[in-house]
């Protein structure tokens, strides 16, 4: 807008001097004009200059102002994160070439309860849980414990392919002394190796079992009082029985007569050994010879062959 403000300038300038040098020049008749007509003549030229300028400029065109450069946000690095390194993944392990996997007790779980002296089988079914197969000439061996009478080895007697089981038994006898005994066996390969359970085949099995005196009555002697009897009837026989147990536990009997079954008595034993029966009188009525003797319910359900014999002579 500037620029063509000072075209038009420039113009009016020009057409001014023009008209004026016009009025001097040299050989055109300096008429005697109105002054005023010159000065009309010179406004209406300038105005149609102004017009025509109007008209044929090139329109401005509108600065548009450049925003100023944006300014871009701090960008703030995280810090580098350090992950912890992969584990390998574990190689597997190989299997033992002899071990023993899964035990069964097929006989004689632990704290089975034997009687003092008796003998008993233990069996075992034995996986094998190793790359090898075990041969016929392997064996059980007795390893520590409590043998029990056991034999100190003993072959399997048959190849166990890896996966099969077996059942291996050995023959045993328990103490005489009551508490709890194990005995610990491994099995032992041909070339005297020794090889059991656990994650490197080098632990027992046991055999395990509780060694008691079983209740039981082991003599019942029946007594009499009086063993015999003349006088006046009808007379009381008292009668009794000592009675041996093995360990502690509940005795029911009852005395049997010629006259007659008694009722079921009871007797508590807090330990073995042996103990009196209350007296059961037996009514005689008349002169006769009554026999009397012991029946032991529990725990033998078993008569005993003491009889005793009972002369009763009545007089007047």
């Known amino acids: 807008m500037g620029k063509t403000s000072g075209y038009v300038t420039i113009v009016i300038f020009l057409v001014i001097s023009m008209v004026f040098s016009a009025c001097n020049f040299p050989g055109v008749a300096n008429n005697a004009t109105d002054p005023n007509a010159d000065q009309t003549a010179i406004a209406l030229t300038v105005v149609a200059l102004q017009t025509q300028l109007a008209v044929n400029a090139t329109p401005a ?8 450069q944006m300014e871009l946000p701090t960008v703030t690095i995280a810090p580098t994160i350090t992950l912890p390194p992969v584990p390998p993944l574990p190689s597997e392990t190989p299997l033992p070439t002899y071990k023993v996997g899964t035990v069964v007790d097929v006989t004689y779980i632990d704290f089975t309860v034997v009687k003092p002296g008796e003998t008993f089988k233990k069996t075992w079914r034995l996986k094998n849980s190793g790359s090898g197969t075990w041969n016929s000439n392997f ?48 099995l032992q390969t041909d070339g005297g190796v020794n090889f059991g359970i656990g994650a490197n085949a080098n632990a027992a099995f046991w055999v ?7 209740f039981a009555v082991t003599n019942a002697v029946s007594v009499a009082v009086p063993p015999l009897w003349t006088g006046a009837c009808p007379f009381p026989i008292v009668l009794t029985a000592n009675i041996t147990t093995t360990a502690p536990g509940k005795v029911t009997y009852f005395f049997k007569t010629t006259l007659g079954n008694s009722p079921t008595f009871e007797l508590d034993f807090d330990a073995a050994g042996t103990k009196t029966t209350a007296g059961y009188p037996v009514v005689v ?9 012991i029946y032991i319910d529990n725990p033998n359900h078993q008569d005993f062959p003491t009889v005793l014999t009972i002369p009763v002579t009545c007089t007047p």
């Open 61 to 68: 065109v509108a600065m548009v102002s450049t925003p100023s």
């Open 139 to 186: 064996k059980i061996v007795f390893i520590s414990g409590d043998a029990m009478g056991g034999p100190a080895s003993k072959v399997i007697g048959q190849s166990i392919a890896p996966g099969q089981t077996i059942d291996i038994s050995v023959d045993l006898t328990a103490p005489a002394t009551p508490k709890i005994y194990q005995g610990n066996w491994m």
């Open 285 to 293: 009525p008349v002169t006769m010879a009554i026999t009397a003797s």
């Open 208 to 214: 395990k079992v509780k060694v008691e005196q079983m």
